[in-house]
């Protein structure tokens, strides 16, 4: 027997059921997607104070790597978390997100773009074991935080 209506078989097959996996990745829903930055907020900012305590118990940069290396990772996913039509007042949920951040994008992504670059430079500090530095890179993160809630997020 040729193997090639198997082989036809299988492919029909693959282009049915296709459609259908793709149909079960459903997207996050607005609500999904605060709630979710909200709570990466949260935890960011408890690990950012973990560190600040932890050096200025005399603690090493060294052993602050694994929480530096993470904050910078959830740096970058931050700015995917909000897309249009998740800022406050457009939902049921209680957002602080300000309208600016879709109606002035380039700024915003300038404020995220920062706070990526100054966790990855806390990151390579830790990584390097450069107390002094990471110290004083902590100021520059927390610069970056505040800057970016002056202009997008609602007190
Ligand atoms: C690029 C902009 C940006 C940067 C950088 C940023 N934030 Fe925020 N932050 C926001 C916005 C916008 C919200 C409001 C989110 C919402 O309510 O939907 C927020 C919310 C929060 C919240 C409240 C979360 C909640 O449960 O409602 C905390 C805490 C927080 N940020 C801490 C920090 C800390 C600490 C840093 C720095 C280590 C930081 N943020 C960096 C924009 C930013």
Redesign the pocket.
């Known amino acids: 027997m040729s193997k090639l209506p198997v082989l036809a078989g299988i492919l029909v097959a693959g282009a049915l059921i296709a459609p259908g996996l793709a149909q079960t990745a459903a997207p996050l829903s607005p609500l999904q997607i605060?709630a979710a930055?909200?709570?990466a907020?949260?935890m960011?900012?408890a690990t950012?104070i973990g560190m600040i305590h932890a050096v200025k118990g005399g603690g090493d940069a060294k052993a602050e790597g694994d929480s530096a290396a993470a904050?910078a990772k959830w740096?970058k996913v931050?700015?995917t978390l909000?897309p249009a039509g998740?800022g406050?007042g457009q939902t049921t949920?209680?957002?602080?997100?300000?309208l600016e951040?879709w109606s002035d994008r380039a700024g915003?992504d300038k404020?995220?773009e920062?706070?990526i670059a100054q966790?990855t430079k806390l990151s390579a500090l830790a990584e390097a074991g450069d107390t002094p530095g990471f110290t004083a890179q902590l100021g520059e993160?927390?610069n970056?935080?505040s800057?970016?809630?002056k202009d997008?997020?609602?007190r």
Do not use: G
Not at 93 to 98: G, I, P, Q, R, V
């Open positions: 605060i930055r909200q709570a907020y949260d960011s900012s950012f904050l740096a931050l700015p909000f998740t406050q949920a209680e957002s602080k997100a300000k951040i915003f404020a995220a920062n706070y966790t993160v927390k970056a935080c800057a970016c809630h997008y997020k609602a």
